[in-house]
């Protein structure tokens, strides 16, 4: 059964879209007695002051992008979520001198994670890219990292099929 409070919504919907459409003109609109159209005023355009619109040509300090401020330290992860025993090679480029940085061969067991390497240990000069190489699992992958704040860490992941995938995190 539908409430009292129904009917009463759905006038107050109606009175209020249709608010300023019914009914006449407003007094001192529209026509005269005699049925003359009556003149009505535009309004004067009026200057308003605008103030001068100031676009900033510098960064503030402390505000650059993330892409632009550099962060050394990035580290290069190896997790085996796989339920085996899993060896990966790791190779890692620093690509400003075509550099081998780190390279190593590390035995997983099934669930563990390991640190491996952190590119501050090459000392950066500002932002740089490292390339990191793994092979395993008759697989090989590879990312390319920058060293900046807009980039985290590197990591290959051994995944629960026994997949290599190598990955990273970005801003």
Do not use: K
């Not at 759905?10 to 009914?23: D, E, N, R, S, Y």
């Not at 355009?45 to 550099?70: I, K, L, N």
């Not at 899993?86 to 550099?99: D, G, I, P, S």
């Amino acid at each position: 059964m539908p409430s009292r409070s129904t009917p009463l919504a759905a006038l107050l919907v109606v009175v209020i879209v249709t608010a300023g459409c019914l009914g006449g003109p407003a007094p001192g609109a529209g026509t005269t007695a005699d049925g003359t159209p009556t003149p009505t005023t535009s309004p004067t355009p009026t200057s308003s002051p605008t103030a001068a619109s100031s676009t900033p040509t510098d960064t503030p300090p402390g505000t650059e992008y993330a892409s632009e401020q550099p962060d050394a330290s990035h580290s290069v992860t190896l997790t085996n979520e796989w339920n085996r025993s899993v060896t990966v090679q790791v190779t890692v480029v620093r690509e400003a001198t075509n550099e081998t940085v780190h390279e190593g061969t590390y035995d997983l067991d099934a669930g563990e994670e390991r640190a491996v390497y952190d590119t501050a240990e090459a000392d950066p000069d500002g932002i740089e890219r490292f390339t990191i190489t793994a092979t395993a699992v008759n697989a090989t992958g590879s990312v390319t990292i920058e060293t900046s704040r807009c980039y985290g860490n590197a990591h290959v992941e051994i995944t629960a099929d026994g997949e290599l995938y190598p990955y990273y995190v970005i801003c």
